[in-house]
């Protein structure tokens, strides 16, 4: 089996918490230059990548700008920094609930996407610890959905990343949820939620097929109102994409402020965080891959549906 050669160490450092992007020159000989293969790549006007080489905003392995007439070589890593669009600030603490040196446990607040993805770049859960704590090395064990809040784990040293990742990659951290939504008397609970879900690129919506199933939550009631409403204790055992909010929709009691689910409301605007999905990732458990501890972390966040849905529904 041929082995990879390793990447070399980025040599940009961070802007603002954000990693430079970085360009790995693929098998071929269909360009004669970098700059040709970048224009193509980066379906940017060649004048945009013209600019960046004039300004040595383009480097090489070594921190040397590339010019613009430099030959294409296979296999060849650049690097450079995106300039990044202006993102409306998140306006929600996000509080460190734990931190050694190892990881780092964070209670992210509801609208903050965990790690840079499409628009959210700088305000993301990752680039704000990094530039908060200091911590350019910092990485995301896994993801919560930008409109989740809860507990993320993020952990201090690269070459220890794969350890935490597989936690959950083997189903060795257990994960607890809560949610606010309506509550149906004729809905037999607890009970155990299994399906197929699947997510295609580019549709906002995950939906649920036939199929053998690759889905599986546990679905508990913990409280009910006069109101019509009810907290429920949500524990995955498989990681699709938006379970929980396909399976609380498909069991009649779709999550407030979903705006996916049961239907695909308009896109809220930037700047908007009125009326947050009601979904907190409120209990992380594991064993320490590194260090052998047991751990066991719990978010002191309150559901505002549930403290004051008043208040929620009016944003």
């Known amino acids: ?14 802007r ?7 360009v790995k020159l693929p098998p071929g000989a269909a360009w004669a230059t970098v700059r040709d293969h970048l224009v ?29 007439d430099m030959a294409y070589v296979p296999g060849m890593f ?16 996000m509080d460190v609930v734990y931190r050694d040196e190892h990881v780092v446990v964070a209670d992210k607040p509801h609208f903050l996407a965990t790690t840079p993805r499409g628009s959210h770049v700088a305000e993301t859960a990752l680039a704000r610890l990094r ?13 919560l959905d930008r409109l989740t809040a809860g507990l993320v784990l993020f952990t201090v040293r690269p070459e220890e990343r794969g350890a935490y990742q597989s936690l959950f990659r083997d189903r060795l951290i257990a994960k607890e949820y809560e949610a606010v939504a309506p509550y149906d008397p004729a809905l037999a609970l607890p009970r155990t939620v299994r399906s197929r879900i699947v997510k295609e690129r580019g549709v906002m919506a995950a939906r649920e097929v036939e199929g053998e199933p690759n889905a599986v939550s546990a679905v508990e009631l913990l409280e009910q109102r006069d109101d019509g409403l009810a907290r429920y204790r949500l524990k995955p055992r498989t990681g699709q994409t938006h379970q929980l909010r396909v399976h609380m929709s498909a069991l009649g009691v779709p999550i407030l402020g979903d705006p996916l689910y049961p239907v695909v409301t308009a896109p809220v605007p ?23 501890c047991e751990h066991r972390f719990v978010s002191p966040r309150v ?9 929620w529904a009016a944003g």
Request: glycine letters at 10%.
């Open 131 to 143: 530039r908060e704590l200091g911590l350019p090395t910092l990485g995301a064990a896994h993801r």
């Open 16 to 22: 603002g918490g954000v990693d430079p992007v970085r």
């Open 1 to 14: 089996m041929r082995r990879r050669s390793p990447v070399p160490p980025s040599p940009l450092p961070q």
């Open 40 to 68: 193509e790549r980066l379906a940017a006007e060649a004048g945009v990548i013209d600019g960046m080489l004039d300004a040595g905003l383009i480097v090489d392995a070594a921190g040397h700008a590339v010019p613009r």
């Open 78 to 93: 650049v690097w450079f920094h995106r300039e990044l669009p202006y993102e409306v600030p998140v306006p929600f603490a």
């Open 270 to 292: 930037d700047g908007d965080f009125r009326r947050p999905l009601q979904l907190l990732a409120r209990v992380l458990e594991f064993t320490d891959p590194v260090t052998g």
């Open 303 to 311: 559901l505002r549906a549930w403290s004051s849905y008043d208040e």
